[in-house]
């Protein structure tokens, strides 16, 4: 990955899991708590694609199960949200651009509910039943619907930091140039008007005006004789 893509998904990452232990986790809300950790990640995925998902999610991840209060094993978020990293990059668009929120929605959903069964599922495997004590179905209703309601929140910005960190500082120069010359020439087709240096500007409709004038009084003249 990038300098600017380790850095950026260094802080955000942090800022999530600072933010979901400290105020998301003290809310004692029925059900899942909402996972601000992988909203980041997806938000990261959906630009990066998914290699940088995959590593974006495995460092978040690692970090969340090193973190305290983690009472699991370690590695077991780290391949949760790898997995889910690089699935949700798979669904990167093209062009880099969201045509609609649908999309964006579905992958949240869905990346909410594999990473309740898949946490709960690895939990089976080295013996951690408190999924089943807790209730799966109650776990992966509410922890869909929590990343759902908070996911227009965080990854449309998360999303926008990420494209901006993207971007060189001269290109974006390239490109507003470039956006003016195409506005100045909307203009030039849309109103017939030339502008700048171009032929026929303001000063040619000045002189086609006079000799129109011009004409006009001339034939009125000739009319009265």
Not at 109 to 119: K, M, N, P, R
């Amino acid at each position: 990955m990038r300098v600017n893509r380790i850095l950026l998904s260094s802080a955000l990452v942090v800022v999530a899991l600072v933010l979901q232990v400290s105020v998301l986790a003290r809310l004692h809300l029925p059900g899942a708590v909402p996972d601000l950790l992988l909203l980041t990640v997806l938000g990261l995925a959906l630009v990066y694609g998914h290699v940088g998902g995959a590593l974006v999610g495995f460092g978040a991840g690692l970090l969340a199960d090193l973190a305290p209060p983690a009472d699991h094993a370690a590695g077991r978020y780290a391949l949760v949200l790898c997995t889910i990293g690089y699935l949700a990059g798979l669904a990167k668009p093209e062009n880099g651009r969201l045509k609609s929120a649908t999309g964006p929605m579905v992958v949240v959903v869905a990346a909410a509910i594999g990473t309740t069964l898949l946490y709960a599922g690895v939990g089976a495997l080295v013996g951690d039943t408190a999924a089943r004590h807790v209730g799966l179905g109650s776990l992966l209703f509410t922890a869909a619907l929590y990343d759902l309601l908070l996911a227009p929140f965080v990854v449309p910005g998360i999303m926008a930091l990420a494209r901006r960190a993207e971007n060189d500082p001269l290109a974006e120069t390239g490109s507003a140039a470039k956006s003016a010359n195409i506005s100045s020439g909307w203009l030039s087709s849309g109103t017939g008007l030339k502008i700048g240096g171009q032929r026929g500007g303001l000063g040619s409709l000045k002189t086609k005006a006079r000799t129109r004038t011009a004409r006009v009084g001339r034939i009125k003249g000739v009319k009265r004789l």
